[in-house]
């Protein structure tokens, strides 16, 4: 039987076209699986940043294009750079920041670690504390309306069962205060699932060498499970950056006390942060442009922060992968 | 430096598992106890009853003569090596030593000095500040050894530490930790599925099922004179030939074999009409042509292993395998799983030296030497007839 | 000869277990479901706060007993009914989550599937971007956003929606990328073994066992459009607004220029109500699935 000879050394690698036009193959069906969100990327983000930074640099005050529109270079960022309400606003923004995020970090770890705790009825005890992120915006606001309202509102009955003084017009006089009860309450739960999982990431035998090493629960935390969590911890700081940007605008509006006028006329001016501050003079007095710029000088601001954050995270999050020594 | 003393000790868990049931146990000061059993037995959570990372149901544990069962594990003065390391991965390995003698507050000096030592005696100097991570998984093993060296407790507690490591490197690794205790001398208590680490390290090893202790002894008595079927079936590798054996007419019958009882001597008296027949694969001998000693058995070889300087041959007898719970149990924790269904007759197995002869295919006769078999009750599965360990060592476990 | 497994008798004598009220234990026990009860209730108060405030008559805010004597239940009727039609806003509330959520979901998992497992040209970078499209605030954003609509022509429709529904979701596309990759990767190659292409793959066989992550998925999106606000109340005309507007603008009382605080809490209970339950009648699989889509990565 004639046999063909099947040389000893191979011919001409082939398969490195063969593996190219593979590669072409699945990119071109990769951007085709993504088309859809590509086409809402631009539509969606691109076009209106490219379109906010345009503004910001235009004297444009309506919606109609065609009125005396030109380019006015930086006097909008100059304008806000003399600007005393948008000064006070970025720092409401920062005081916002430096109390509304430790805040969450520290419920949705404290939430985090009970529920790693073995007690009964886990199930129940997780539903209650994450109810609240199911609770629609609206709901939420004035759900904590009723809570703050200055008559009756359960937080000063509260305060008069203690003996404190129950007549504080919280909805006026520290509508922050109110702000932070509201968004700890209503977003703890989502970290406080985030926490979860990172706890029971940690192996158990290594509190269990701990413990036979001899440390106690809070030594532990502090030495083990704590830096261990820095990755989440870290991730949890950005998330919630963006988390109260985002939020710090529907709910000042909401709950404002009075009926509302405008969009965001009635916000009393501590709760008014940078974001907002822009919606006002947007619908406020049509000033488009100059809108456009405070709204980029509050995104500076969050990208200087986050910026911060990740700097700050190489002395303190725990890098490693997840291989506890197997 | 302290002995255990384990009393009636019981765990059950909330589910009703009986995972510990009445263990008694004492252990020499000084001493390397070795755990050994199936997976199930029970022997990791005794492990953990000893730590105190179980709450013992019912019973009592001594460690030295103080009674620890109420203690936490940290006032038990022990320290434990886990199957997987348990490394703390953000710390450096002079951290991960370090750690449990700053939680007691030892002093800094002391701390430094000891960690030294320890570092010296594993050989981890080169590897003090790096992190788990950047280590192999034989330097991570010592690693862990290292910080329970460290601490100078009265007892280590291992949970199967070389169970991760390579075959090549597992032998290298037990030597060593043979090597370790014969230096230091602390009590150690050492769980292990492996019955080779258990006749190797252990001077004496506690062979467990089903949460009971069935015999503790040293590998040679355990080896040579187990008490019951469990511990003849777990011991050796590859395990003991068993098979169901009646008395007629003064012999041992099984299998369409005939084995005279005079061959057994006194020890015939002891043996009841129906009987579990033990032969360990070593303790078969060739037999040459023509040759048909009294006490010998035949069969036709199916299945042929060559281990190099011994052969293993396979070949069924035509008698139902015994399967028994215990074995089963044994089975059950056994590597190798069965690639075909179970045959109808029994397998037996021999370890022959080897040669040039081919045995597969060929029919060969092996003699038994009674001394050496082992009698079970079929119905309690204890050991009938008691042999003394022989004064030969035991035979290298395949 | 061998030793037998029996305590000898030179042993301490036995020890009888004591029984395990180790009281510090107990201390710490109690505390710690107190302390669980305690935050539990603090994390219902509000919404039970809001409970009994709608029950009150209409005019009086929230003051008066704590639990509202005569029990004004027809508050609800009146949310209902009273000022607009409640089922009206509600059925556009319907079909807006319906509009951003659904088409979402598709997209996201079609991402989620192409960077789980088509190698590409740029696939990592385009990743960042869309975990970048997370962190652009949603206040540069509306401004344009709410021009373009406009000039487009999309003010007073439902448009947006849609093409925030094509648009999908980063997270999702993040949720579905780490779920997919822990399918068996032979299934690509036993598809493609079999003759079908991508997009077949991914519809006939990674879709089908997507129930966890899809569920999940909607679930997350649509209780977060159910409740959307700002756009809504920017973009839409009365006509097609959602309760989540409405709620929160329709309770006036005409004549009084006040909110009518108790009947707007029962509006917005009921609002609250179908999130609540399609929560609940899915917790168990989105517990499920937020542990398992690997947010430990």
């Known amino acids: 039987m004639a046999t063909t000879q099947t040389p ?54 309506t919606v109609n294009l065609h009125t005396n529109l030109h380019y006015v270079g930086t ?46 009825f886990l199930g129940l005890w997780r539903t209650l504390f994450f109810i609240a992120v199911i609770v629609p915006v609206v709901a939420k606001a004035f759900v904590w309306k009723a809570m703050a309202e200055q008559d009756g509102g359960l937080i000063n009955r509260a305060l008069g069962a203690l003996g404190l003084s129950g007549n504080v017009d919280w909805l006026l006089d520290h509508p922050t205060a109110v702000l932070l009860m509201v968004l700890v309450w209503g977003y703890a739960g989502t970290g406080m699932l985030i926490f979860l999982a990172g706890l029971k990431s940690i192996p158990e035998e290594l509190h269990e060498v701990a413990r036979v090493d001899g440390a106690g629960a809070v030594r532990r935390f502090v030495t083990i499970t704590l830096p261990l969590l820095t990755p989440v911890i870290m991730f949890q700081l950005v998330w919630g950056v963006f988390l109260a940007a985002n939020e710090a605008f529907v709910f000042p509006i909401l709950l404002s006390p009075g009926l509302q006028q405008g969009l965001g006329s009635t916000v009393p001016t ?35 922060v986050t910026a911060l954050l990740f700097l700050s995270g190489r002395f303190w999050v725990y890098s490693g992968k997840e291989q506890y020594g197997k | 430096m302290a002995g255990i003393d384990l009393q009636t000790v019981v765990k059950t ?31 990791t959570t005794l492990l953990r009853c000893i730590a105190g990372l179980e709450e013992v149901t019912d019973g009592a544990i001594f460690i030295g003569d103080r009674d620890v069962t109420d203690d936490n594990p940290k006032d038990r003065d022990i320290a434990m090596v886990f199957q997987n390391y348990a490394l703390y991965p953000h710390m450096t390995v002079r951290r991960n030593l370090a750690y449990g003698l700053k939680v007691r507050r030892t002093p800094r000096r002391e701390i430094a000095q000891r960690i030294t030592e320890t570092a010296r005696l594993l050989g981890l100097e080169e590897l003090m500040d790096r992190r788990p991570l950047a280590l192999s998984g034989g330097q991570r093993q010592r690693v862990a050894m290292g910080r329970a060296i460290a601490r100078r407790p009265a007892v280590y507690l291992m949970d199967e530490p070389l169970s991760n490591l390579d075959a090549k490197l597992r032998v290298r690794v037990r030597a060593d930790l043979a090597r370790l205790h014969d230096q230091l001398g602390v009590t150690t208590v050492y769980v292990t599925h492996d019955q080779v680490e258990a006749m190797t390290l252990g001077q004496r090893a506690a062979v467990m099922n089903d949460g009971k202790i069935q015999q503790v ?13 469990f511990v003849a079936a777990f011991i050796g590798s590859p395990s003991m030939n068993l098979v169901d054996a009646r008395i007629v007419d003064n012999s041992l019958r099984f299998a369409g074999f005939s084995l005279p009882l005079s061959e057994l001597g006194r020890d015939a008296a002891d043996i009841p009409d129906r009987v579990i027949l033990g032969v360990r694969p070593e303790h078969f001998t060739l037999v040459d042509e023509g040759h048909s000693p009294a006490w010998s058995i035949e069969g036709e070889v199916t299945v042929e292993e060559n281990l190099g300087a011994e052969v293993l041959v396979f070949f069924p007898v035509d008698a139902a395998p015994v399967e028994t719970d215990e074995i089963v149990s044994i089975r059950a924790g056994e590597e190798e799983e069965a690639l075909l269904a179970q045959e109808a007759r029994a397998l037996f197995t021999a370890r022959l030296p080897s040669g040039t002869r081919q045995f597969r295919g060929t029919r060969i006769r092996l003699a038994l030497d009674p001394e050496r078999c082992h009698f079970f009750d079929p119905e309690t599965r204890r050991s009938l007839v008691m042999r003394a360990p022989a004064d030969e060592p035991i035979p290298a476990l395949a | 000869m061998t030793q037998a497994a029996v305590a000898a008798e030179a042993a301490p004598p036995r020890r009888r277990r004591r029984r395990r009220w180790a009281p510090k234990r107990l201390v710490v026990r109690t505390l710690l479901y107190a302390l669980v009860i305690v935050l539990a209730g603090v994390f219902v108060a509000p919404l039970v706060w809001g409970f009994f405030n709608s029950l009150r008559e209409q005019h ?41 959520t659904v088409p979402a979901v598709i997209t996201s998992a079609l991402a989620g599937y192409a960077f789980a497992r088509l190698r590409a040209w740029g696939r990592n970078t385009l990743f960042i971007f869309v975990l970048g499209t997370t962190f652009v605030p949603f206040s540069i954003i509306f401004i344009p956003f709410f021009y373009l609509v406009a000039h487009l022509g999309m003010y007073s429709t439902r ?21 997919y990759s822990t399918f068996p990767s032979e299934l690509d ?65 005409p004549t009084a220029q006040i909110t009518l605080i108790p009947i707007t809490l029962a509006g917005a209970l009921l609002f609250t109500l179908p999130p609540l339950l399609a929560f609940f009648l899915l917790q168990k699989k989105l517990a499920r699935g937020i542990v398992t889509t690997g947010l430990k990565g």
């Open chain 1, 8 to 61: 000893l050394v191979a011919t001409a690698p082939r398969p490195l076209r063969r593996a190219s036009r593979r590669r072409k193959r699945e990119t071109l069906a990769f951007y085709g699986f993504l088309s859809p969100w590509l086409f809402g990327f631009i539509a969606l983000s691109s076009i209106p940043l490219v379109l906010a930074f345009l503004m910001s640099l235009s004297n444009l005050t």
């Open chain 1, 75 to 120: 006097d909008n960022y100059v304008r806000a750079y003399h600007d005393h309400e948008m000064w006070y606003s970025l720092e409401r923004t920062g005081i916002l920041m430096v109390t509304v995020i430790p805040l969450w970090i520290v419920t949705q770890l404290g939430l985090a670690l009970i529920l790693n705790a073995s007690i009964k």
């Open chain 1, 270 to 304: 501590d709760n008014v942060f940078t974001n907002l501050y822009a919606l006002q003079r947007i619908f406020g007095e049509g000033d488009f442009g100059y809108g456009a710029a405070v709204a980029w000088i509050f995104v500076f601001f969050l990208i200087v």
């Open chain 2, 13 to 43: 868990f909330p589910n009703g598992v009986r995972a510990v049931d009445g263990v008694d146990l004492t252990i020499e000061d000084g001493e390397f106890m070795v755990l050994v059993g199936p997976s199930g037995c029970g022997k």
């Open chain 2, 217 to 229: 002894d040293t590998p040679q008595s355990l080896y040579w004179s187990p008490v019951n079927l």
């Open chain 3, 60 to 100: 009086q805010g929230v003051s008066g007993p704590a639990i509202p004597s005569p029990i004004h239940e027809h508050n609800y009727n009146y949310a209902w009914s009273g000022l607009f039609p409640f089922s009206h806003y509600l059925w556009n509330t319907v079909v807006l989550t319906l509009i951003a």
């Open chain 3, 159 to 179: 448009w947006p929606w849609l093409i925030w529904g094509i648009g999908g979701s980063a997270f999702l596309i993040f949720l579905f990328r780490q779920f």
């Open chain 3, 189 to 253: 190659d036993a598809a493609a073994i079999d003759g079908a292409g991508h997009l077949r793959t991914f519809w006939q066989i990674y879709l089908p066992n997507s129930a966890a992550a899809l569920a999940v998925g909607f679930i997350w999106l649509g209780t977060g459009w159910w409740g959307e606000y700002i756009y809504a109340s920017l973009l839409l005309p009365e006509q097609l607004l959602p309760l989540g507007v409405k709620v929160a603008t329709g309770y006036n009382d």
